[in-house]
């Protein structure tokens, strides 16, 4: 059973940094693959980024690469995404997912949190 809970949203100025939590309070979180993905005002839910089920390997949608950074406590079962240099276009609500393998495609994420909004002022 996977069940994931976001927290660290958060309203932010231009260029300033947030980091966000997802735990996961099942127990198969260090056999999943974790995900963030973001779903903005009017707009379809795209991929963030992605990590493999031991951390070592990770994927980013182009325009977060280089600012965004995830990775992933699997004794504690929490992964994290930190954010930096954000810009009013990353505002949007935040959302954990877990999936079993394939950590560098967004697709077949099968688990999901609630969400955590981010708000980025200029």
């Known amino acids: 059973q996977v069940h994931l809970v976001e927290s660290g949203g958060g309203s932010v100025q231009a260029g300033g940094s947030l980091r966000l939590s997802c735990v996961d309070s099942?127990?198969?979180?260090?056999?999943?693959?974790m995900g963030w993905f973001r779903q903005a005002p009017g707009k379809e839910r795209e991929f963030v980024a992605g990590?493999?089920?031991?951390?070592?390997?990770?994927h980013y949608a182009d325009s977060v690469k280089g600012r965004f950074t995830i990775s992933r406590d699997n004794a504690e079962n929490t992964v994290y995404l930190q954010m930096k240099s954000l810009k009013p276009e990353d505002t949007a609500v935040y959302y954990c997912?877990?999936?079993?393998?394939?950590?560098?495609?967004?697709?077949?994420?099968?688990?999901w949190g609630q969400g955590t909004q981010v708000t980025v002022s200029v």
């Open positions: 997912a877990a999936k079993f393998y394939g950590y560098d495609d967004h697709r077949g994420y099968a688990y």
């Open positions: 990590i493999s089920w031991g951390g070592s390997n990770t």
């Open positions: 099942g127990r198969t979180f260090g056999s999943n693959v």
